[in-house]
């Protein structure tokens, strides 16, 4: 079966500091995968996705940047968070095209 | 890019109404998701309906695509069924991007 998994699930960090959230997935090759973030009480704002290792498609200008280093991982980084960087994090995957998307549990990150 | 509105933005009703969520988008798409974002903030899949009707228990879903809508039915609402409805789809003309509606927060009061 396919599973996702996102860590860490609650994270604090300073200002200043780097970041890195990653997200695996387990089941199926080549999926699509998905970065978002959510402010408090807002909708999903979509930050990166990609379709295969080393394609990466940057959806907002912003402090953060995604990789895609094996099939079936996606990170996600900062070298330097700023406050507005606050939020949460949502990754995501589709085995295809015309498939449902499953989304992992969340990293909830607070930049102090 | 594709738009994606959804309708009310909030609603509050007492356990055991119905409801009816909307959402509109302003292409054609290929998918379509209804989603249960739950109070610990985990997106629960409701239903992958890019067009026909789907009924699981006391939800349905209906989409309607060449008029472009979709809508999510709940019946005799439980407290349970609090929380955020998102309606998510991708369009034809960028088919890996998935778009996000700004969502329902449904509010069921005992």
């Known amino acids: ?28 090759s080549n999926p699509n995968l998905y970065w978002y973030r959510q402010a408090a009480g807002r909708g999903l704002q979509l930050l990166f996705y990609s379709v295969g290792i080393g394609q990466i498609s940057s959806e907002v200008p912003q402090n953060l940047s995604a990789s895609r280093p094996q099939d079936r991982q996606f990170i996600l980084s900062s070298k330097k968070l700023l406050l507005s960087d606050s939020g949460f994090y949502l990754c995501a995957y589709a085995a295809g095209l015309n498939t449902e998307a499953f989304f992992g549990q969340g990293t909830r990150l607070t930049v102090v | 890019g594709i738009q994606v509105e959804q309708s009310p933005p909030d609603l509050i009703l007492q356990e055991g ?15 379509l998701q209804w989603f249960h974002q739950n109070p610990w903030g985990q997106l629960i899949n409701l239903f992958y309906i890019p067009s026909g009707t789907k009924q699981n228990g006391r ?3 209906t989409t309607v695509a060449t008029e472009r809508y979709s809508l999510l039915y709940i019946s ?29 927060r449904l509010s069921i009061r005992p």
């Open chain 2, 59 to 61: 939800l349905s879903a």
């Open chain 2, 17 to 31: 109404a119905n409801s009816t969520l909307r959402c509109n988008f302003s292409d054609s798409v290929n998918n």
């Open chain 2, 76 to 104: 005799s609402s439980q407290t349970t069924d609090s929380g955020v409805y998102f309606c998510a789809v991708r369009g034809y003309s960028s088919a890996s991007k998935i778009i996000f509606g700004s969502g329902t």
């Open chain 1, 1 to 28: 079966s396919q599973t996702i998994h996102q860590w860490p699930a609650t994270l604090v960090q300073p200002v200043g500091s780097p970041l890195s959230l990653e997200c695996t997935v387990e089941g199926t």
